[in-house]
């Protein structure tokens, strides 16, 4: 496709399960970023690939989240044990390099833990 | 640490009035500054960005952001807003080599037919 992709758009799960959320960067864009956007607030960052590696993992907020790029395209977000308080929309962006060129955003997925 | 602070939760607006929105950002180094907008119902687009040079930009569909170091800021402004421009509008700062951004809480425009 011709921008980024992210599935599910919405996800509703119940406290403590476990979720994935996936990311398609734009081809050939070799970083991809995460973020949340809690409501009211503007996205913050959660975590930084360069290729395969994450280069910046700093504002994943405890270690129930986990992010995985194997191939250096598709990116999946992981929570584990889910809180009500990670209710929030995940967006992910992608761009040619790191170096401070354009990010482009995707629809992000809405996560609803009841 | 780095942040952004935008002045203004809501502001609502006529056609045809003038537009301002303020961006503070605090990083001691070299920043780079962008303005993303959201309309209702989409994601994030990029309406313009500084990374050098002039520090007058221009963005897409007439906006425009002045850089002003001295001042730490970066604010958006429309000589003339449509009700089209009803959106939600966020500036971010990037700082260091990694290009994470930074975002502001962002402020919804909301413009009067």
């Known amino acids: 496709g011709a921008g980024v992709s992210q599935t599910p758009s919405n996800k509703v799960t119940e406290k403590g399960k476990y979720v994935e959320l996936r990311c398609d960067p734009i081809?050939?864009?070799?970083?991809l970023y995460w973020y949340r956007q809690s409501l009211g607030q503007g996205p913050e960052f959660l975590i930084y690939?360069?290729?395969?590696?994450?280069?910046?993992d700093s504002g994943l907020p405890n270690d129930r989240f986990f992010a995985v790029r194997p191939e250096g395209s598709v990116s999946t977000l992981k929570i584990q044990r889910t809180e009500r308080g990670d209710s929030a929309v995940y967006l992910c962006?992608?761009?040619?390099?790191?170096?401070?060129?354009?990010?482009?955003f995707g629809p992000g997925t809405r996560l609803t833990v009841l | 640490a780095q942040s952004v602070s935008q002045h203004n939760h809501h502001v609502i607006l006529s056609e045809a009035a003038s537009l301002e929105l303020g961006c503070n950002y605090s990083?001691?180094?070299?920043?780079?500054l962008f303005w993303y907008v959201q309309y209702p119902g989409q994601h994030l687009q990029l309406l313009l960005k500084?990374?050098?040079?002039?520090?007058l930009v221009k963005g897409i569909k007439g906006f425009e952001a002045e850089f002003i170091k001295s001042k730490f800021s970066f604010n958006l402004r429309k000589p003339s807003v449509q009700w089209s421009d009803t959106a939600e509008y966020f500036c971010a700062v990037a700082g260091g080599s990694q290009g994470n951004l930074i975002f502001g809480k962002g402020t919804k425009l909301s413009v009067k037919p």
């Open positions: 690939f360069q290729g395969t590696g994450a280069a910046d």
């Open positions: 500084y990374f050098s040079g002039d520090p």
């Open positions: 962006a992608s761009s040619p390099n790191s170096l401070a060129v354009t990010q482009y």
């Open positions: 081809s050939g864009h070799t970083a």
């Open positions: 990083y001691g180094g070299t920043v780079n």
